[in-house]
Structure formats: C-alpha cells, structure tokens
T-cell receptor, first 111, second 113 residues
Framework: DAGVTQSPTHLIKTRGQQVTLRCSPK?????VSWYQQALGQGPQFIFQ???????QRGNFPDRFSGHQFPNYSSELNVNALLLGDSALYLC??????????FGDGTRLSIL | AQSVTQLDSQVPVFEEAPVELRCNYS??????LFWYVQYPNQGLQLLLK??????LVKGINGFEAEFNKSQTSFHLRKPSVHISDTAEYFC???????????FGKGTRLHILP
C-alpha cells in the first residue's frame, strides 16, 4: 500500500520564477494538506483541499495557490519565488478524522 | 489561537537511558495532540496521538506520552533510548481530526554512545 508520494524530491529555482509541486495521497484518503518547513523550524500549515476545494488556509500570501484533482491528487503552485520560499514542502493526506500521513517532501531551493 | 511550545531545542541522552521531551500547548478549545518524528531527509511519521479517553498514550517504537489538561502539557517519554532514536521530534496540536496541525519548533534528540 503506497503512502503519500511527492514529486519532485528536489528542485532548484531562481527568484521570480514559478514552481509546481505534486502530491498523490495515500490510497483511500480524500483530504490533502500542504505544509512549509523552513530549515530548523517546525512545519507551517499552508492550506488544505477537500472535494477539490480549498477548505482551510494558513497565513500565506496569494502567491501560494493549489489545486485538487478528481482523483484526490494535489498541486501546490508558488509564483514570483522569493529567497525565503526555500524550504521543505510537505504534503499530508487523511480521511474522515484519521490522523494525517505525511510524504517525504519536496526540497525547494531558491537561488 | 493555538500554539505549541517545545521547551528544549536539543536533548542529549546516553544510549539505554530514559528520556523525556517536553511539550506545552495553548488552545481555547478541546484539542487533539500528536507527536511526530522526522528522521534525516525524510518526512514526518506519527509516533502517537491523543484524541480522547485515557491520558496515557502508547505509541510506536516504545514511546509514550501523558496528556495533562490542567498543566496543558503532553510530554513524550521513553524508558530506554537506542541510537536509532536519533531524530527530530515535533509536538503538534489540532482542533479537529481533519483540521490543520500546528507544530512546535521541534526537539533534536541526540543519543550519546
């Protein structure tokens, strides 16, 4: 049973560019959440998707946007990248009150 | 607003010794509490959770935690650590089972030989 899978594992971009990160939830899960983990910090909640709609959003600017597809997979898009966007981006999936399962993340480096 | 404070950024402990990682939380409503572990270059793995019921929660890898509502604490313990327990440990809180999770800044457990 595959867990949460994220792609790519590593990514290097330059300031001002745009990036798309992808997440496939654990089998049977229908809710996807995204978190940003800066170096030496705990993860911070970006937003959560359920039934293809954004259900909750953390304190992140509109440059961060997302999407959920009918098969429950999800994308995180970040526009106009800043140096401060360098972080590990974690995807988590869940189903009906069950604890969230996390993927191994995408490490994004901004030059 | 919810918040989580992990009182120690780093905890060194000798192998086979007991360890306690401290966590305090703040919330205006009933909460669910979690401990996650993060090994180098990996994502987060759920160690244990408190949703309701018994305040002593047992998790994987021999860890346990005790929920103390009056002290708003959820400390993690293990009676005897192994070198393989070297990792970053995150305490976290949520207001609902599917709700966003608020994490502490983490405690790095360093096992000494």
């Amino acid at each position: 049973d595959a867990g949460v899978t994220q792609s790519p594992t590593h990514l290097i971009k330059t300031r001002g560019q745009q990036v798309t990160l992808r997440c496939s939830p654990k089998s049977g899960h229908d809710t996807v959440s995204w978190y940003q983990q800066a170096l030496g910090q705990g993860p911070q909640f970006i937003f959560q998707y359920y039934e293809e709609e954004e259900r909750q959003r953390g304190n992140f600017p509109d440059r961060f946007s997302g999407h959920q597809f009918p098969n429950y997979s999800s994308e995180l898009n970040v526009n106009a990248l800043l140096l401060g966007d360098s972080a590990l981006y974690l995807c988590a999936s869940s189903f009906w009150g069950k604890p969230q399962h996390f993927g191994d993340g995408t490490r994004l480096s901004i030059l | 607003a919810q918040s989580v404070t992990q009182l120690d950024s780093q905890v060194p402990v000798f192998e086979e010794a007991p360890v306690e990682l401290r966590c305090n939380y703040s919330s205006s409503v009933s909460v669910y509490l979690f401990w996650y572990v993060q090994y180098p270059n990996q994502g987060l793995q759920l160690l244990l959770k408190y949703l309701s019921g018994s305040t002593l929660v047992k998790g994987i890898n021999g860890f346990e935690a005790e929920f103390n509502k009056s002290q708003t604490s959820f400390h993690l313990r293990k009676p005897s650590v192994h070198i393989s327990d070297t990792a970053e440990y995150f305490c976290a809180v949520s207001e609902g089972r599917d709700d966003k999770i608020i994490f502490g800044k983490g405690t790095r457990l360093h096992i000494l030989p």
